[in-house]
């Protein structure tokens, strides 16, 4: 059974930090699966917020970029989102992604953890 299991989210005022942490279980995670965030607010489409592929190459929404990084740990199965200069509108249920399968057409998820911004 593969579980991404999503910590380090909560309530913070603007302009704090946050760090995600998201472990995974029941797979190894190699180098060259993407990994990523997303996040989905109230009323809102799920949206990328950064991804992370092989070699460590790094993608960021233009709404996040200069305040968020993404980084991985394969030997430890865990990806993380370092959150800095958080805003109200970044407030959303962030998720944990990993892509599998064929041309990696295929996604594990988390359960989601609620960050919310106080102004």
């Known amino acids: 059974q593969v579980q991404l299991v999503e910590s380090g989210g909560g309530l913070v005022q603007a302009g704090g930090s946050l760090r995600l942490s998201c472990a995974a279980s029941g797979i190894i995670i190699s180098s060259i699966n993407p990994m990523g965030w997303y996040r989905q607010a109230p009323g809102k489409q799920r949206e990328l917020v950064a991804t992370?592929?092989?070699?460590?190459?790094?993608n960021y929404a233009d709404s996040v970029k200069g305040r968020f990084t993404i980084s991985r740990d394969n030997a430890k199965n865990t990806v993380y989102l370092q959150m800095n200069s958080l805003k109200p509108e970044d407030t959303a249920v962030y998720y944990c992604n990993v892509k599998y399968g064929i041309n990696w057409s295929r996604d594990y998820w988390g359960q989601g953890t609620q960050v919310t911004v106080s102004s």
């Open positions: 992370i592929t092989r070699g460590g190459s790094t």
